[in-house]
Every structure is written in C-alpha cells, then in structure tokens.
C-alpha cells in the first residue's frame, strides 16, 4: 500500500515542481524574448513568443544613449569594497568572540545578535539624517560605508570557529604563534570554503541592493546598476525593449556569476539561511 502511495506522490511532486519551475523561468525569457523584439511587437495580440527579426538594437541604444559602463563600474567597485572589507572584519570579530575570552564578550556577541534581528528598514531614516550630518549623502562613501556592516557574516563565522578543535590554536601558541597568525594561517585555510562561499554571496546581494543605494544617491552618475536602470525607464517611457534591455544587462554578471559558481552560492544560501 506504501508503495503504491509512493508512486502517486512521486510524479505529481514532479509535475508540481515543474509548473512552478515554469512559472518562476517564463517571466525572465519575456523579458529578454521582449528585448530582442521590436517595439511594435510587445503588444501583438496573439503575443509573439520568439522575436522576429531577432535584433540587438535596444541593447546599443542603451549602451550608447546612458551612462549604463559608469553604473557598472559603480556597482562592480562598491561591490568588491564590500566584499573584502565585510570578510576582513567579520572574521577577525568572529575569531575574537570564539576564541578570546575578554570581558563582556557574551554582551558583544548579542548586541551583534540584536543587529542581525533588527529590520534594516528600521535603521534607514536614523543612517540618513546621520550621514547628512557627515555630508556624506550623494557619496560613494554613503553608498559604501553602511553596507559594511554584516552580522550575519560574524554569527557565520563565529559558528565554525566553535568548531574548531581547541587543541589546533593552543599548539600553535606554544610554537609562538600570536592570534592573527593562528587566525591567518590556521583557521582561514580550513574554513576557504565558507569564505568563497559568503564572498559570492554578499557579492550577488550588494550587486541587486536597490533600498539603500535609491535612497543615498540622487546623481546619475553616481547610481549603482539597479537604481540607474530606473532612469532608463523614465526616459523611454513605454519602450519596453529598452527597458528590459538595461535589465537584461544590469542581471547578466550575477547570472554569469551564478552559472560559474552554482555550488559555492547553494552553500552560501545554505549556510545563511541554516544558522543555528
């Protein structure tokens, strides 16, 4: 009896799985199916499901008529700044409230708790008035600096350092080894893979962060890719393929970054989302 509810339930979670697979995947092929399309074909009534002719004109218009390089420059530079600086940080603070027994230390690590409960919507209209008190507003270093913080990325990193055997750093002290080097030389090299994994991470989620960069930055020039493709769509009005041209390029390095690095990013997900 078992088995035969097995095998009505295993075909019908596979036709489940994939019509919600399709439902997930047609909205991004209309959309690049719409951005080789000419303009006169997005309102076809049957809809034309494969564009004919295939053209790559809204793409250069793009490229050409916006500032879309700079965005990108933009947005790859606040980025990599994030990235490092984020992992630098984290595990050094990590390595400190798993390994260091200073005083007030549980304290630290629930106030770091607290930071990784509180909604960042919360903090929004407290970290503007502040950063215009600095005249950092319409900045690179508005955009960049309150991305910096990430207690995720320590609560990550504190959580494998716990694992860590306590025998390892207390033979590498007696060799002489001081904490950065224990940190440096020991735990970084067996822990690489949860590094290349949240680098990959944080690299996607800084790359799609619109809330903060929308709000920071008012100058063209200065927008991160996601905000910037807002000013195509304003100034094309209802030129679909060019609207969903510049998203097509704004979502092409993460999905390039995706399809290269598929398990680092299943393991970052993983790991963010499994924290004890």
């Known amino acids: 009896?078992?088995?035969?509810?097995?095998?009505?339930?295993?075909?019908?979670?596979?036709?489940?799985?994939?019509?919600?697979?399709?439902?997930?995947?047609?909205?991004?092929?209309?959309?690049?199916?719409?951005?080789?399309?000419?303009d006169t074909n997005t309102i076809l009534v049957p809809p034309a499901?494969?564009?004919?002719?295939?053209?790559?004109?809204?793409?250069?218009?793009?490229?050409?008529?916006?500032?879309?390089?700079?965005?990108?420059?933009?947005?790859?530079?606040?980025a990599l700044v994030v990235v490092v600086v984020v992992l630098f940080l984290s595990m050094m603070a990590a390595y400190a409230l798993s390994q260091i027994r200073f005083r007030g230390y549980r304290w630290v690590f629930m106030a770091i708790l607290a930071?990784?409960?509180?909604?960042?919507?919360?903090?929004?209209?407290?970290?503007?008035?502040?950063?215009?008190?600095?005249?950092l507003v319409n900045t690179y270093w508005g955009l960049i600096l309150p991305q910096l913080v990430s207690p995720i990325a320590v609560?990550?990193?504190?959580?494998?350092?716990?694992?860590?055997?306590?025998?390892?750093?207390?033979?590498a002290k007696i060799d002489g080894a001081g904490e950065y080097r224990i940190l440096?030389?020991?735990?970084?090299?067996?822990?690489?893979?949860?590094?290349?994994?949240?680098a990959i991470v944080l690299f996607i989620w800084t790359w799609n962060n619109f809330f903060w960069p929308?709000?920071?930055?008012?100058?063209t020039p200065k927008m991160t890719i996601p905000v910037g493709i807002t000013q195509v769509q304003s100034w094309y009005g209802i030129a679909y393929p060019r609207q969903l041209a510049s998203a097509v390029l704004a979502a092409l390095p993460t999905a390039v970054l995706y399809l290269i690095f598929q398990r680092r990013v299943a393991q970052g997900v993983a790991i963010t989302s499994g924290i004890k």
């Open 155 to 171: 609560v990550i990193y504190k959580q494998f350092f716990d694992q860590m055997p306590p025998e390892m750093s207390d033979a």
């Open 49 to 78: 499901f494969f564009p004919k002719p295939l053209l790559f004109d809204a793409f250069v218009y793009v490229i050409v008529n916006t500032t879309i390089v700079q965005w990108y420059v933009n947005s790859v530079v606040t």
């Open 214 to 219: 929308f709000i920071i930055i008012n100058d």
């Open 115 to 135: 930071g990784f409960m509180i909604p960042t919507a919360t903090n929004v209209v407290p970290l503007f008035m502040m950063l215009n008190n600095f005249n």
């Open 184 to 198: 440096f030389k020991i735990f970084l090299p067996l822990n690489w893979a949860i590094t290349w994994a949240l």
């Open 1 to 38: 009896m078992k088995t035969t509810k097995n095998k009505l339930i295993s075909p019908l979670i596979t036709i489940i799985t994939i019509v919600v697979g399709f439902a997930w995947v047609f909205p991004l092929y209309w959309g690049v199916n719409t951005a080789f399309s000419l």
